[in-house]
C-alpha cells in the first residue's frame, strides 16, 4: 500500500507570499493529483499528472518520479487561497478492468492573512 | 459541468438505526467511490464500484455496505450506526483509467452525526 507524507501540515503566510507544499509517496504510481478543500467540505481537483509540471494562473505542480515527489506552488498567495490542499496518489486496481485508487495524503491546510 | 449529487449536506441519526447515505452522478462515469473524511487520518476509503452491482471493499468497509442497482447512483448504508461512524463522507466518480485522463470528481460531502 503507499504511504502518502505531505508537509507541512500546517501553513501561515501572508497576502503576496510564494507557498510551497511538498507530496512523497512510496511506491510508483500512474498519476498524482492535487485537490482543494474549502472549509464546508467540497472537493475541487486542481491538477492531475504523472510527469513534469503544469501550471494553471497562480499554481504550479511538479513532479519528480524517480524521487517520488511532487510540490504544488502558490505564486502571489491570496486570503481566498487559504483552503486544506491534499495530494493524492493514483494506482491500477487489478479487480476491474480500468479501475483505479486513490491513496491520499493528511492534508496541508493553507492559512492566507491579508 | 460533471456534478455529483450527494443526498444531504448534513445528518443526525441514532445509535443502532440503518442509514443511506445517496450519489448520483451525471456524467455517465463508470467508477463510483465512497469515503469518509476525519481529522488527522485524511481520506479513507470505504467501498468502491467500477460498474453497475459491482462492488470492492476499500480500506475501512466494516460496518458499512453499497448498493449500485443503476450506474448513475451509488448508495452507501450504515448497516447499525454507531458513533464511531461520525464523520465527514465524500462521493466521487470518474471514468474507467484507460478512457479518460480526467481525475475524480466530488460531492460536497454528508456530514454525519451518529448520536
Known amino acids: 500500500k503507499n504511504e502518502v507524507e505531505q508537509s507541512p501540515q500546517n501553513l501561515t503566510a501572508q497576502e503576496g507570499e510564494f507557498i510551497t507544499i511538498n507530496c512523497s509517496y512510496s511506491v510508483g504510481i500512474s498519476a498524482l493529483h492535487w485537490l482543494q478543500q474549502h472549509p464546508g467540505g467540497g472537493i475541487v481537483s486542481l491538477f492531475m499528472?504523472?510527469?513534469g509540471k503544469k501550471k494553471h494562473g497562480r499554481l504550479i505542480a511538479t513532479i519528480n518520479i524517480q524521487e517520488k515527489h511532487s510540490s504544488l506552488h502558490i505564486t502571489a498567495s491570496h486570503p481566498r487561497d487559504s483552503a486544506v490542499y491534499i495530494c493524492a496518489v493514483r494506482s491500477p486496481l487489478y479487480s476491474g478492468a480500468g479501475s483505479y485508487q486513490l491513496t491520499f495524503g493528511k492534508g496541508t491546510k493553507l492559512s492566507v492573512i491579508p | 459541468d460533471v456534478k455529483v449529487t450527494q443526498s444531504s449536506r448534513y445528518l443526525v441519526k441514532r445509535t443502532g438505526e440503518k442509514v443511506f447515505l445517496e450519489c448520483v452522478q451525471d456524467?455517465?462515469?463508470?467508477?463510483m467511490f465512497w469515503y469518509r473524511q476525519d481529522p488527522g487520518l485524511g481520506l479513507r476509503l470505504i467501498y468502491f464500484s467500477y460498474d453497475v452491482k459491482m462492488k470492492e471493499k476499500g480500506d475501512i468497509p466494516e460496518g458499512y455496505s453499497v448498493s449500485r442497482e443503476k450506474k448513475e447512483r451509488f448508495s452507501l448504508i450504515l448497516e447499525s450506526a454507531s458513533t464511531n461512524q461520525t464523520s465527514m463522507y465524500l462521493c466521487?466518480?470518474?471514468?474507467?483509467?484507460?478512457?479518460?485522463?480526467?481525475?475524480?470528481?466530488f460531492g460536497d460531502g454528508t456530514r454525519l452525526s451518529i448520536l
Open positions: 466521487a466518480s470518474s471514468f474507467w483509467a484507460a478512457k479518460s485522463n480526467q481525475p475524480q470528481h
Open positions: 499528472l504523472s510527469s
Open positions: 456524467m455517465d462515469h463508470e467508477n
